[in-house]
Structures are given as C-alpha cells and as structure tokens.
C-alpha cells in the first residue's frame, strides 16, 4: 500500500484523493457469499460471434493471466569495431525467445494464447550493440495448469537460447490473474433467457480480464457477450451494432428476472 506505483505515487496516496481511507480497507471487504450472485454484460473482444453470425455468447469462464518480465543481460559494444563471432547482442536471443514463445503456445492442442508484447532494447542506438532487452511473455488459458506448463517449457529454452547468444537471463512472475469459472446454474439460465428470446449463441471463454472474474471469489457469477464487429477492441474502430447491444441487454433482463424467481 505504501510501496509507490509505475507513477511513482503511492497507492495509499491515491486513495486518499478520492476522499478514502486505506487505514479502513479491511471494513469494506465483502465476504464469501455476501452477494446472491453476479452478471455481467460485454462486448466479446474478439470476432467469433460476428464471423459466425451468433448473436449471444455465453460465458464458460474468464481465463488466468500470467505475465512474466523477462531480462537478458548481453554486452553493449561498438556495431562497427566488434566482430560478429565476439558478440554477445541481447537483442538476437530476445527475438529468438519471442519466436519460441508463438511455437510453443501453438504446439499444444487448446485455446491457450500467449504474447511477447513488449520489448525494451538498450542502449537503443543505431551503432551500439544491444546489451540488455526487457521483454513481457503473457500467458493465458482457462486452465492454471495448462499455463505453467507452458512457462516451463518457455523458460527451459530460453535458458538455452540465452546461452547459444553467450547472454544470461533472469525473470520476474509480475503478477497473476487466477482463471474463474462461470457458475453452471447462471449459464443455464442464461441460455434459458437466450432461447426465450428466440437469439442465437454459443458457450465460449472469455479471453480478456473483467469484473466478474474478482466477483466470482465472493459469489457465483455469469458472463454475457454480444458480438464485436470484426473483433476490434481497445481501437477507435471498435463497434458493437446497436441491435446487438439491444439483444445483450434483453439478455440480461431476461437472466435477472429468472434468477429473481429461482
């Protein structure tokens, strides 16, 4: 709480701005099944309802984030004095690594994803040879397991790779986002409400943080999706029609009012 943000502000510090009191926080946790439950209604983020022409997406569950800062440690030296056999350039084993990352999430059957997203590269000049890259590895699935397994597969050969550039490597497990489940009686009803509104739809993960996966720890919860037009998000070009919108909020009532009675 007092450890200062990428900002370099405390968060305490923030808190107290909007009128708040973080000496307090532990008041105002809510506990274990202090909600009846919990529903939630999105764009999709992605383009498999528009490609396929559904109009509803129910939601199996959020899935767990992990994300990993990755450092390689090479040797920054002159580009034009150094020989290429006596070169140790970060930046040829982080590109490695980000290829080996796209193989490896892609070589097991699934719907896992994972992403190098960043990469920092000093000193960063045109006649220096890169001697340190900072680099982001994301990984994401439904299933915890299925993620570290991954990273220990990632990690044994960027180890390797690391070697073969005569580089060394540490990293950091930033931060995680354990994966939530949708509850299966809110999802049934849901598909209920979808079929009494004579929509179409499918069951589908959520590939991107929100809300509920926090409301989950505390009670059960479900999740709405309405398509988005050729799955851009986060984008000016970002679009749901209104008919769309118009259905997820049919969608929603109709789930809220069922709930209300069962």
Do not use: C
């Not at 498999?48 to 997406?57: A, P, S, T």
């Not at 006596?86 to 896992?112: K, Y």
């Amino acid at each position: 709480m007092t450890s200062p943000g990428r900002d370099g502000v405390p968060l305490a510090d923030k808190i107290r701005r909007i009128g708040g009191d973080p000496d307090r926080l532990a008041e105002a946790r809510h506990a274990p099944g202090s909600i009846a439950g919990y529903v939630e209604l999105h764009i999709e983020q992605g383009a498999i309802l528009d490609e396929r022409g559904l109009e509803i997406g129910i939601v199996e569950g959020i899935v767990g984030i992990h994300h990993y800062d990755v450092t390689i440690h090479g040797f920054a030296n002159h580009a034009g004095t150094t020989p290429m056999d006596r070169r140790r350039n970060a930046l040829l084993a982080a590109a490695e690594l980000t290829l080996a990352v796209d193989r490896i999430v892609r070589s097991v059957p699934g719907r896992q994803v994972g992403t190098v997203g960043r990469l920092l590269v000093r000193p960063g000049a045109p006649n220096v040879i890169p001697g340190q890259v900072d680099l982001t590895v994301e990984l994401r699935d439904l299933s915890t397991t299925t993620i570290t397994s991954l990273w220990d597969r990632i990690h044994a050969e960027a180890l390797e790779i690391a070697k073969k550039y005569d580089t060394t490597l540490d990293y950091v497990l930033q931060h995680t986002n354990d994966p939530a489940l949708s509850d299966p009686r809110i999802r049934a009803v849901i598909a209920d409400a979808v079929a009494g509104l004579r929509l179409t739809s499918q069951p589908m993960p959520s590939g991107a943080g929100h809300d509920a996966q926090d409301l989950a720890r505390i009670g059960p919860m479900g999740m709405i999706f309405v398509p988005s037009v050729k799955g851009i998000s986060h984008s000016p070009l970002e679009l749901t029609r209104p008919q769309d919108v118009t259905n997820g909020a049919n969608v929603l009532l109709q789930t809220i009012l069922r709930l209300d009675h069962t």
